[in-house]
């Protein structure tokens, strides 16, 4: 059997907290022992009752401005003093989940990446200040895997070494739990005669919720006969609901805020859409594929969900779209079973 470490900062809501426990309940823990490593308590999602589950103490605030190398000599962290094949920074994007990564004693060390760097950094003030003290750290990792080939690509304009591996893994999706949670009682009550559209993130800048309010009021010149639900919560939410407001289309959107089980309330919906300036991989996408949506993205981020089709002009999809009759189901039955192979190759140590 092997022996598996992984590092993620917390299991609060998010996009990498949800992939980090799907993989767990997807993973082989017959052929691998997972001892998970987490710097907070508070977790809003529920793990497999198979997992070691290590809590240890988070460094402070102040170690986010002093460069990665020299955090490598000074922090230390209670890992526990065993072999690992495999030791994962599945975080990414903070300087303790790199260090525990790198100071267990294990042969291949990889970092996950999540989003597209390059871009992310010219978006993000504080996206860029953090990458100037964690840069280093990518030097000190043997493998790197991305969510999909898009943030791969990006990531090798910044960071390509020869000598290194590199994978794309894209995020599990656990339809056997969004079939599970689609039949439980939803109070939302939808008018069934409107299109009802659906959006699901965090309310922030990388997702462009701005930029999708704004087309909302466009549509609003060639049809009324639509409804828009936005699933999430983040620092851009009191922003985006004066937005609405401003642009005198509130009647139009309802905002839900965090639910734990949103499949419940995508069940309801008709088409899901997707605004992001950019993404990782986008899960979301998958997981309203798999109940049955209809999906509108922008043609930028098809580079991220290459099985997608996206469009140059949202406006005109959104004005010519009808309702399909019924929604079926899909399983992502061969999407999930190539994740698991390619994971397989990583954490069996054998060349891709």
């Excluded at 070691?52 to 190398?69: E, G, M, R, W």
């Excluded at 995020?171 to 299109?195: A, G, P, Q, R, W």
């Excluded at 997707?274 to 580079?303: F, N």
Aim: positive net charge; glycine residues 4%; charged residues 30%.
């Amino acid at each position: 059997m092997k022996n598996v470490a992984i590092f993620t900062d917390n299991l609060h809501v998010g996009g990498i907290q949800k992939s980090i426990v799907n993989l767990l309940r997807n993973i082989d823990h017959k052929k691998y022992n997972i001892d998970l490593y987490l710097f907070d308590r508070d977790n809003f999602y529920e793990l497999p009752p198979n997992i070691n589950v290590i809590y240890l103490k988070k460094p402070t605030s102040f170690h986010k401005f002093i460069f990665f190398n020299i955090n490598k000599k000074i922090l230390k962290l209670n890992i526990l003093e065993k072999h690992y094949d495999v030791a994962i920074d599945f975080d990414s994007y903070q300087m303790h989940t790199a260090l525990g990564a790198l100071k267990a004693n294990a042969k291949i060390t990889a970092i996950w990446i999540h989003n597209d760097i390059p871009i992310k950094l010219k978006e993000e003030k504080k996206y860029q200040i953090l990458h100037f003290f964690f840069k280093r750290k990518y030097q000190y990792f043997n493998t790197f895997c991305a969510v999909s080939k898009g943030a791969l690509d990006s990531f090798k304009t910044l960071y390509y070494d020869s000598n290194k591996k590199y994978f794309v893994i894209p995020n599990y999706i656990d339809t056997n739990e969004i079939k599970e949670k689609m039949e439980e009682d939803c109070e939302l009550v939808v008018d069934s005669s409107k299109i009802n559209i659906v959006t699901v993130g965090r309310l922030c800048h990388q997702k462009g919720i701005d930029i999708m309010l704004n087309n909302i009021k466009k549509l609003t010149d060639y049809r009324n006969d639509f409804h828009l639900y936005l699933i999430g919560d983040g620092p851009l939410r009191k922003s985006l609901e004066e937005q609405a407001e401003n642009l005198e289309i509130k009647d139009f959107i309802t905002f839900l805020g965090n639910q734990k089980n949103p499949f419940k309330y995508l069940k309801k919906m008709d088409l899901f859409y997707l605004s992001s300036r950019y993404e990782g991989q986008g899960m979301v996408i998958l997981e309203a594929l798999a109940i049955g949506l209809d999906i509108i993205i922008p043609e930028h981020l098809e580079k991220y969900c290459p099985n997608t089709k996206g469009t140059n002009d949202i406006i005109a999809n959104l004005k010519e779209y009808k309702k399909k009759e019924k929604k079926q189901f899909n399983d992502l039955k061969e999407y999930n079973c190539e994740i698991t192979n390619k994971l397989e190759i990583l954490l069996d140590g054998n060349p891709e």
